[in-house]
């Protein structure tokens, strides 16, 4: 059985091939499971919460997100660099590091661990779900891992009241699905970044969704992806969108509006696809993970051109963007 130290190193270096980054991904959950004393799955593991700002998925999904190999180890890749830099700048005190929505594992920041000591890095950890932080709280108990903790905190991360908004140099959530779709990612980065200082790092620094239309080519599964216009950012910046709006952007007051020109040649589904640029050099492009799969939205992408396309970001039914298309009078 390998320790912390060996699983984190294989994870975070890139030489090794996908098959032994995913086997070091079972063990690690094995590890977290056993620190945890969670089953990882079942019918009290599923215990989603619906609020307002979304859904916060259950115990079994957020362990789940662990074994989206291309997200995790990326993520954990991104964190370290940005952790590197922040020592780099300021050496002489520890990195302050809230993880919003950290599941039953903190699995983004948690093997790092193995790398940094507590006068370099120490956590503010917030999770809504009551199991989830159950488990967060036996993990962390262990007298290797319990110097890391600044807080741990049980709570809403959209209502989230800190002693100390101004030390955190770092917010890392990822509390998302494709596409922005259902879960808290956007009102959590919302509400949290205003409140940190001007420099703080946003782990992913932005989330691209965008309009295109894709084609299978050739009988081997290939698909064309034609990227037909962004959409929405979400960034420190907040949700804007690189198209004019006549208001604040992409809310329902003030929709975004475009003409998709007729090309013959565009042909497909049409989809929302997504982007994400988490830290540094760490990207997750079209169908690396889970989280940049596309979304179909209209079946006939070559048949959309030609139209208007009309959006927006809503909460109801539940959070995602809300579209319409029409025909040209
Ligand atoms: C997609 S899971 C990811 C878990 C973990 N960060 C990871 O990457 O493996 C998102 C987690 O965030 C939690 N969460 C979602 N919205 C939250 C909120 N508003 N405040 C605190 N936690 C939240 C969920 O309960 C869930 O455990």
Not at 122 to 130: A, D, F, G, R, W
Not at 283 to 299: D, F, R, V
């Amino acid at each position: 059985m390998k320790d912390l130290r060996q699983l984190a190193d294989i994870l975070l270096d890139a030489v090794h091939a996908p098959i032994v980054q995913m086997e070091t991904l079972g063990e690690l959950k094995a590890f977290l499971l056993s620190r945890t004393g969670i089953k990882g799955e079942g019918d009290d593991h599923r215990n989603d919460i619906q609020t307002e700002a979304g859904l916060a998925i259950g115990t079994e999904w957020a362990a789940r997100c662990l074994d989206d190999l291309s997200r995790s180890v990326k993520f954990m890749r991104g964190v370290d660099q940005a952790i590197k830099d922040r020592l780099r700048s300021e050496p002489n005190q520890p990195v302050e590091l809230l993880y919003a929505g950290t599941g039953p594992f903190a699995t983004l920041a948690f093997p790092l661990l193995s790398r940094y000591t507590p006068e370099q890095l120490q956590l503010t950890l917030v999770e809504i779900n009551e199991m989830s932080f159950g488990a967060l709280k036996r993990l962390f108990a262990h007298p290797a891992y319990s110097g890391f903790v600044r807080q741990l905190l049980h709570a809403d991360c959209t209502k989230l009241e800190l002693p100390n908004w101004d030390d955190i140099d770092i917010l890392l959530s990822e509390t998302m699905q494709y596409t922005l779709q259902r879960e808290h990612q956007v009102p959590i980065t919302q509400y949290l970044v205003p409140r940190l200082r001007d420099d703080v790092v946003l782990i992913p620094q932005e989330i691209k969704v965008a309009l295109a239309a894709l084609e299978m080519v050739g009988g081997g599964g290939d698909w064309l992806v034609t990227p037909l216009s962004p959409l929405l950012e979400l960034s420190k910046a907040g949700l804007t969108s690189s198209l004019t709006s006549t208001g604040a952007p992409g809310t329902e007051a003030a929709p975004h509006e475009l003409f998709l020109p007729p090309r013959a040649e565009v042909k497909g589904v049409l989809v929302l696809t997504t982007d994400i640029h988490i830290y540094g050099t760490e990207h997750l492009g079209y169908n690396e993970s889970g989280l940049t799969n596309a979304k179909s939205i209209h079946h006939a992408g070559g048949a959309a051109v030609g139209r208007h396309f009309k959006w927006y970001y809503g909460y109801t039914p539940e959070p995602g963007i809300v579209w319409e298309m029409w025909d040209s009078v």
